[in-house]
């Protein structure tokens, strides 16, 4: 279900064009009909012989309106270009031209119209100049036709063109649908109407949407298509939809309204990759009017770089887009095309992560949002990746791993071991890295064990052939703890900087055991006591803590937690208040 458009000079004949292809005048705006001129967008359709409909949109060529025309050339599948035979390449063709050529609509017919008016000589001049013109513009040829909107000549082998033209577009039906808003209506007694050419996938009646860019639900009532009721509308056709909106905020031209899952951004301050072509001659921190899709706003362009390639364009308001969408600038007020540009993510606010957008931006072609992703932070979900795999690119289980990223886990990884002479059990390992999915230091760590650089022993990474050695301070806590026997000692008897680290790397080392709440045995008197515990108990019925007490003298602070570690290390077991003591 294809929508096409017009573009060209004022008076040109677009919207006779229409008129003679569809039966329909585009102008509906009282003031379009009174001063017979564009204003606005009009909408209108025909059928092909099969009888489905081919939707049209017609621009305003005169250069007040410029960006009503930009606002109908998003998501187009062919462009229309009308050049009167009677006047010739004019100041808006040439504009309007520039504008398709930076919109990258690719699929485009020259209309030569207004053939009745001159002789045929004077037509074919007509069309040689504008073929020039194409040519100089685009960088090559397109179809032609030569027409009359007012006698009809020539429109049927337009209309044939037209569909040829659309039978060569790949159509893909996939994906979560949405819409740019580029009309909105009420209708009494039904409300309020929007319209636009869906894109992503089929919006059926009962799909959820999401008003963008303020991110309020809505609920659809109906949806029309060329003025047939719809249960649902494919990818490409326009669609009118009568809606109830969720939220407080108003629908606007520019708005989007989305399915969850569709691949929408919002920003009011968005980075942006400039033609290499259009962005010269523009100053930085000029101001600018920006059209992207069908949305429009006044704002600010700040240059990144030396050669003005990439931006960072500040908006007056918020706007919702698509990663690499088209967008132009407009002079603020005027009517000249100023640059365009691919808009990219919206711009980063911390540094070092704008210095990374800046980095790709420069130096990688536009993908997709997804590659910027997988570029950007290292890693990225398999799931939904959309795009061409960087070079070096592992995948995991679940994600995408840069292999840039993978080399500096591992180096942190090794630099962390290496401090931690004591090793590292998972969790204080894998906690450096809690901003990434787990399975991304578990692929490192698993690669270093398998390179046999790190080793797993005791619950602990080590880095192998690391000499495991006491710090001075590690060394007086030791002696303390070994002087104070099973009397153990309490942590806040050191008081030098460090000594709770110290604590925990020489119950790393197994060179002392905590008891819990702050207390500490040396390993030979836990060993003491707990042998001790287990050779007069072995063999026998489970005993009471009061038995156990007797045998070793210890209160019930010391001895609960050594039959608790007993018990984890699974030498007893409890039976309701009693502990038996397991013989192998
Ligand atoms: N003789 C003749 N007149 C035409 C033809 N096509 C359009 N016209 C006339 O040219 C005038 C302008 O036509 P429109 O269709 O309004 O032109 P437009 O390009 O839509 O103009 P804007 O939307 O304002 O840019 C009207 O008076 C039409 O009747 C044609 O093929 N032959
Ligand atoms: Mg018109």
């Known amino acids: 279900m294809p929508t096409i458009g017009t573009?060209?000079?004022?008076?040109?004949?677009?919207?006779?064009?229409?008129?003679?292809?569809?039966?329909?005048?585009?102008?509906?705006?009282?003031?379009?009909?009174?001063?017979?001129?564009?204003?606005?967008?009009?909408?209108?359709?025909?059928?092909?012989?099969?009888?489905?409909?081919?939707?049209?949109?017609?621009?305003?060529?005169?250069?007040?309106?410029?960006?009503?025309?930009?606002?109908?050339?998003?998501s187009l599948d062919l462009v229309l270009f009308v050049i009167a035979a009677d006047e010739g390449w004019m100041d808006m063709s040439e504009e309007h031209l520039r504008v398709i050529h930076a919109l990258h609509m690719d699929s485009l017919i020259l209309v030569v119209n207004k053939i009745d008016k001159v002789p045929r000589d004077e037509a074919e001049l007509v069309r040689e100049d504008a073929e020039d013109n194409v040519q100089r513009i685009l960088g090559r040829t397109i179809p032609v036709c030569e027409v009359s909107a007012l006698s009809g000549e020539g429109i049927p082998a337009l209309k044939q063109k037209i569909l040829e033209e659309l039978g060569k577009i790949p159509r893909q039906s996939e994906g979560s649908p949405f819409f740019f808003v580029d009309r909105i209506f009420s209708v009494s007694g039904r409300g309020?109407?929007?319209?636009?050419?869906?894109?992503?996938?089929?919006?059926?009646?009962?799909?959820?949407?999401?008003?963008?860019?303020?991110?309020?639900?809505?609920?659809?009532?109906?949806?029309?298509?060329?003025?047939?009721?719809?249960?649902?509308?494919l990818p490409g056709s326009r669609v009118a939809c009568n809606i109830k909106l969720g939220g407080k905020a108003e629908l606007a031209r520019g708005d989007c309204l989305a399915a969850r899952g569709a691949p929408i951004l919002t920003a009011d301050n968005l980075l942006v990759k400039l033609d290499a072509s259009a962005g010269k001659g523009m100053k930085n921190h000029s101001e600018i009017e920006l059209a992207l899709g069908t949305a429009h706003a006044l704002g600010k362009i700040h240059f990144l770089n030396e050669g003005q390639t990439v931006a960072q364009i500040a908006l007056n308001k918020t706007i919702s887009y698509l990663f690499g969408q088209y967008g132009v600038l407009i002079q603020p007020g005027g009517s000249s095309l100023m640059g365009a540009f691919r808009a990219l993510i919206?711009?980063?606010?911390?540094?070092?992560?704008?210095?990374?957008?800046?980095?790709?931006?420069?130096?990688?072609?536009?993908?997709?949002?997804?590659?910027?992703?997988?570029?950007?932070?290292?890693?990225?979900?398999?799931?939904?990746?959309?795009?061409?795999?960087?070079?070096?690119?592992?995948?995991?289980?679940?994600?995408?791993?840069?292999?840039?990223?993978?080399?500096?886990?591992?180096?942190?990884?090794?630099?962390?071991?290496?401090?931690?002479?004591?090793?590292?059990?998972?969790?204080?390992?894998?906690?450096?890295?809690?901003?990434?999915?787990?399975?991304?230091?578990?692929?490192?760590?698993?690669?270093?064990?398998?390179?046999?650089?790190?080793?797993?022993?005791?619950?602990?990474?080590?880095?192998?052939?690391?000499k495991v050695s006491l710090t001075p301070l590690g060394r007086q806590i030791l002696s303390l703890a070994e002087a104070g026997g099973l009397k153990g000692l309490a942590s806040k008897e050191v008081t030098a900087p460090g000594s709770q680290k110290e604590f925990q790397n020489l119950?790393?080392?197994?060179?002392?055991?905590?008891?819990?709440?702050?207390?500490?045995?040396?390993?030979?008197?836990y060993e003491e006591v707990s042998c001790r515990i287990e050779e007069h108990f072995a063999g026998k019925d489970a005993f009471p803590i009061a038995e156990a007490r007797e045998l070793t003298g210890l209160s019930r602070k010391f001895l609960l937690p050594v039959l608790n570690l007993m018990q984890e290390e699974k030498r007893l077991v409890r039976e309701g208040d009693l502990r038996r003591i397991l013989t192998p």
């Open 7 to 74: 573009a060209g000079h004022v008076d040109h004949g677009k919207s006779a064009l229409i008129q003679a292809l569809c039966g329909k005048n585009p102008m509906h705006l009282p003031e379009e009909l009174k001063r017979e001129m564009t204003i606005d967008l009009g909408f209108a359709h025909f059928s092909d012989p099969e009888g489905n409909p081919v939707g049209i949109i017609d621009v305003p060529g005169h250069e007040r309106f410029i960006r009503n025309m930009v606002a109908g050339m998003s």
């Open 192 to 233: 309020l109407v929007t319209a636009g050419t869906l894109q992503g996938g089929p919006l059926k009646l009962d799909s959820k949407l999401l008003q963008y860019p303020c991110g309020d639900p809505l609920r659809i009532k109906s949806i029309q298509s060329h003025a047939s009721q719809l249960e649902e509308a």
């Open 346 to 466: 919206p711009a980063d606010k911390d540094r070092r992560a704008r210095r990374k957008s800046l980095e790709i931006a420069e130096s990688q072609p536009v993908g997709t949002l997804q590659e910027f992703q997988l570029l950007k932070e290292g890693y990225c979900a398999l799931e939904n990746f959309r795009g061409r795999l960087p070079e070096g690119t592992l995948s995991l289980e679940h994600y995408y791993l840069c292999r840039s990223l993978l080399e500096e886990i591992i180096q942190d990884m090794n630099r962390l071991l290496k401090e931690e002479s004591a090793g590292l059990t998972e969790k204080d390992l894998f906690q450096h890295y809690r901003n990434y999915p787990r399975e991304l230091p578990a692929h490192a760590v698993s690669l270093l064990l398998e390179k046999g650089t790190v080793e797993f022993k005791d619950n602990l990474y080590f880095l192998k052939g690391q």
């Open 507 to 525: 119950c790393r080392m197994k060179k002392l055991v905590f008891l819990g709440e702050g207390l500490y045995y040396s390993r030979p008197a």
